[in-house]
């Protein structure tokens, strides 16, 4: 079996020059960007943008290499579209702060549009067979994940594939992290994010990665390097190779390889460029403490459940309506199944194992799977606050 390309290049810096010397040698051993671009094809560019951080802090793409892949796809007669749904605020409120507003004025690129949503499905998906994304998905001919090295204190390490995740609109990220609650699911519903989107190609920020409680408390570490490939596995397992982190215990590299999705093992990988061992840094501080998926939001653990417990609508079966099939038992990923239609009538649900992925819900044929919102959301609209909050939270934080 043919191996897949890992494209490994040394960039001591951001300067504009050198950062697009070092992106286009990176792509040579592909074909360069027409390899990937066509002339006329809309492309959109998904950096990492966590929130409005200036670019020195290291938690989001840098602008250089944003703009030095924007003039490559340019020159391959691509239209450019950037965008992003950031953690916290809006990628308008973002663009100044982080540097990426004047790489866009100067360059003339059209904004994505990360406000709409579109539905998606497939059947090949673990947890999410179907999903609304942004809406820029479904508009692009070609997507181009723009990804920045980090160390991530729920996912350990953050890089391509993860970076996908920032596809799903607003505060919907932060739903899932209370719907699927551990990391293993949350991994699985990453992977499930990219064959959907299927990036034709990821270039990884990695000349200032984040070290220590990243992705955005953590602290810059220079180590020099662009990364390129066209299988964002394996360029997560040389990330994880060059800041010597083992990839196996990396939830989303596991959920990788648990779904047969992209290539997985360093033996099925070649190295473009320069040598793995010759830009590893073996003392890149590591995350000491995972936390939990949940601790989205500066709470005790106690309270999140709580908001968890109001928040995340829950599976019932509609007697009236259930066939019996039993996919949705069948289909649970929880083990043993936290559904099943022959338990006694109000506690076919177990809500304690329930990882809230709604699966079941998916595949009822007969539609007989009611997803009930607490009352404590209908009354006072959880959902509909923290959409709001999170929107405009970026306009008031500090620029830094």
């Given amino acids: 079996m043919k191996k897949k ?42 950096p990492n943008i966590l929130l409005g951080l200036s670019p020195d802090k290291a938690a989001t793409t840098h602008p250089a290499v944003i703009a030095a892949v924007a003039e490559l796809v340019k020159k ?39 406000s709409n949503e579109h539905y998606f499905e497939c059947e090949e998906n673990v947890i999410a067979k179907h999903i609304k994304l942004a809406k820029a998905v479904a ?53 499930d ?45 040389v990330a994880c190779k060059i800041i010597d982190l083992d990839p196996n215990n990396i939830p989303i590299i596991q959920a990788c390889r648990r779904q047969n999705f992209g290539t997985t093992s360093l033996d099925e990988i070649e190295i473009a ?20 998926v949940m601790r989205i939001l500066p709470m005790p653990q106690f309270l999140l459940k709580i908001i968890r417990s109001h928040w995340a609508s829950r599976p019932r079966i509609n007697k009236d309506k259930c066939i019996k099939c039993y996919k949705c038992r069948d289909g649970c990923p ?23 992925c709604y699966c079941c819900h998916e595949f009822c044929l007969a539609k007989a799977i009611d997803l009930k919102k607490p009352w404590f959301d209908r009354v006072f609209r959880v959902t509909k606050l923290m959409n709001f909050f999170n929107k405009h939270l970026g306009r008031f934080l500090p620029h830094i």
């Fill in 5 to 46: 390309i890992v494209s490994i290049v040394k960039a001591a810096n951001y300067n504009p020059e050198r950062v697009e010397e070092a992106i286009v040698k990176s792509l040579e051993p592909f074909g360069g960007m027409a390899a990937f671009v066509k002339s006329g094809q809309k492309v959109l560019l998904k």
């Fill in 76 to 114: 391959a007669g691509g239209i450019v579209f950037l965008g992003d749904s950031p953690g916290v605020g809006s990628f308008e409120s973002a663009m100044k702060p982080t540097g990426i507003g004047k790489v866009v004025e100067e360059l003339g690129i059209v904004l994505a549009d990360f």
């Fill in 139 to 191: 508009d692009a001919d070609v997507i181009i994940s723009l990804p920045k090295l980090k160390t991530h204190v729920q996912m350990t390490m953050t890089c391509a594939v993860k970076n996908q995740y920032g596809l799903v609109v607003g505060m919907k990220k932060g739903e899932f992290h209370f719907r699927l609650e551990n990391r293993e699911a949350l991994a699985d519903l990453m992977v």
């Fill in 193 to 237: 994010i990219n064959r959907i989107a299927k990036p034709d190609l990821a270039i990884c920020d990695a000349i200032e990665a984040m070290e220590g409680e990243g992705p955005s408390g953590g602290t810059p570490r220079n180590l020099g390097v662009i990364l390129a490939a066209s299988d964002l596995p394996a360029l997560d397992v």
């Fill in 273 to 292: 460029g320069e040598p793995i061992d010759s830009v590893r840094v073996t003392d890149f501080k590591q995350i000491e403490n995972l936390q939990s």
């Fill in 334 to 356: 929880v083990s043993p199944s936290a559904i099943d239609p022959d338990r006694q009538i109000g506690k076919e649900v177990d809500d304690k194992t329930c990882i809230r």
